[in-house]
Structure formats: structure tokens, C-alpha cells
């Protein structure tokens, strides 16, 4: 997973980290998860990770997910070709 977005950093890329779960920030500081970590722990790991390879993450609802990765892609490519050519 980490090797990803160090290949993703490496090569400049604009990564996003999508979780379908509009709640998901809600249950993180509700320690509403399955794992040890304890709250301060996991936003810990997860900001240093966003910090270390230069990435943002989105929580949101699975339902709009498809749209949200759509139009972040159609508009990111849009960007692209404007600048590039």
C-alpha cells in the first residue's frame, strides 16, 4: 500500500484516497472502527501519511462516490490538456 503512493509521489502524481464512508471522520474521533489503533493514533497515521506522500483523503458517501471520482478525474484531465497543449 505505501509503496504505492511513494510511486505515485515519485512520479508527481495527484493522489486522492477515497473512502466510502460520508460518516467516516465521525467514526474515526467515535473510535467506531475495527482496529487497536486508538483514535489520536489512527488520524496520527493518517495525517502523517497524507503530510509524507503528498495526498488528501475524502470521505464520502458511497452512493456518489462514482460521481466524485468522475468529475475529479474529467477535471484533472481537462487542467492537463489545457496547460499541456
Given at each position: 500500500?505505501?509503496?504505492?503512493?511513494?510511486?505515485?509521489?515519485?512520479?508527481?502524481?495527484?493522489?486522492?484516497?477515497?473512502?466510502?464512508?460520508?460518516?467516516?471522520?465521525?467514526?474515526?474521533?467515535?473510535?467506531?472502527?475495527?482496529?487497536?489503533?486508538?483514535?489520536?493514533?489512527?488520524?496520527?497515521?493518517?495525517k502523517s501519511f497524507e503530510c509524507k506522500y503528498d495526498f488528501t483523503?475524502?470521505f464520502i458517501d458511497k452512493a456518489l462516490a462514482g460521481f466524485w471520482?468522475?468529475?475529479?478525474?474529467?477535471?484533472?484531465?481537462?487542467?492537463?490538456?489545457?496547460?499541456?497543449?
Amino acid at each position: 500500500f505505501e509503496n504505492e503512493f511513494l510511486k505515485a509521489k515519485h512520479n508527481d502524481y495527484n493522489i486522492k484516497l477515497v473512502v466510502e464512508d460520508h460518516l467516516g471522520l465521525e467514526n474515526i474521533l467515535n473510535h467506531n472502527y475495527r482496529s487497536e489503533y486508538s483514535i489520536q493514533a489512527l488520524i496520527g497515521s493518517i495525517k502523517s501519511f497524507e503530510c509524507k506522500y503528498d495526498f488528501t483523503t475524502v470521505f464520502i458517501d458511497k452512493a456518489l462516490a462514482g460521481f466524485w471520482i468522475y468529475t475529479t478525474f474529467y477535471y484533472n484531465v481537462l487542467e492537463y490538456l489545457k496547460w499541456r497543449y
